[in-house]
């Protein structure tokens, strides 16, 4: 489907603060999809080229008439996204984000996030997956614990020895795994924690202007179960001294723990991330969640800024010499 403006018939993106789609060209708001086309094809429904490199997208922006739209192919397949987090917030608020985060650096080139509507920042959606890892755990040991009896003066303290047995059901819900394999670590940090009070039922009037791709492999793929399950046994490993709490001179004779994926529970969820690149004094890169703003990065240096602040304060000092020269030839 386009996502097509009523009025002037320009292309629509979503708007996070007005939490509708929005024209560009006219300022129209409209909360609804204005045109279900047939993007099956892989062509643009507004002028007919093809849609070159959308396999993966979820949304596509025609590089000939601009109009975005959604693959509505890549929304119906089997690994499509089902939730949703929406940004919270526009490009534009973004820009002023990252302008206060970078407000005690001196020398920020002027070309620095100079669109006004932030329009130079990437907003992506990153696919993760979500899986529900279930499993037991079965452990032995033997531990003692101390009893002290009181006989008139005396204190006799005696050691009993246990068995503790213990059998733990685990299951986790919504572990999440990074789906999009190019997406470098410091995006995929952006994007997390993944708070499930926002996520919303996936629709595509959110994706409009944003970039969104379907996760590069399928949910079963060993690398990425492996990591769901990885974490599970570090968050099990990590309580099990709560096992045998009181207990001292502890004998472990088993431990055996196993964590499967629940498959029918496995779903996509997308995260919102914005990205800014600036090239110039070396590359910078700037990451921001898009629901909390969190932000990590660095940024670029303008040396030629800090060299004329230099030359300047240089030519004050050679300007102030030259006053004294001139007070004490008057002396003189
Ligand atoms: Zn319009
Ligand atoms: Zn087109």
Redesign the pocket.
Known sequence: MLYTCNSCGASMVYDPEKKSLVCPQCGSVSSKMSEAGASMKME?P????ALEGAERRLVYQ?P????WMSVDANLAAEDAPVRITPFTFGRKKARENILEAFDHIPFLPGRFLKDQEGNDIDALYAPFWLYTMEGTGVYEYTGEKQHSHHHGRTTITDHEVYEINRTVQYRFDEVTVDAMDRLDDETIDAALPYDRSLAKPMDPIYLAGTESYLPDRGKDEEEYVGRARSWALDSVDAKETELTKGYMGLKKKKRERTLEEVPDETKIVLLPVYRYEYKGFGTHRIYMNGTTGRMSGNAPCDKRKVILHYLFEAACTVVSAAALVGILGVLL
Not at 64 to 67: I, K
């Open positions: 643009c507004n002028c007919g080229a025609c000939y008439c601009s109009s």
